[in-house]
């Protein structure tokens, strides 16, 4: 959203529902937010840890990434055709 807003020279058209001046200052807290819990959500919760005690976020969402990001390089960059036109403008025919 942020490379959006300052990399277009035409700017970008904001829907209805926005944050005005208050939005870029939303978007770097959450970018600021999430990259916090990405590096300390997976800390363990007590010490010593244990098979019982220990917190599984971290090791699952390196699976889940490296699965997502193989899926892409394998077969989904050469071969998907996009989002499904139709449902889109379904969707915004409908809101």
Known sequence: MLYSRYSSKV??????WNL?????????????????MIVFLPFPS???VTGTNMNYAG?????????ATALWFLRARKHWQGPNIT?????????
């Not at 005005?20 to 970018?31: L, Q, T």
């Not at 449902?87 to 809101?95: G, K, N, P, R």
């Open 20 to 36: 005005g001046k208050w939005g870029p200052y939303v978007n770097v807290f959450a970018m600021v937010y999430t990259l916090w």
């Open 59 to 67: 090791p699952v969402l390196v699976f889940v990434l490296t699965v």
């Open 87 to 95: 449902i889109i403008d379904f969707v915004l025919a409908h809101s």
């Open 11 to 16: 700017g970008l058209q904001l829907g209805e």
């Open 46 to 48: 007590a010490l010593p």
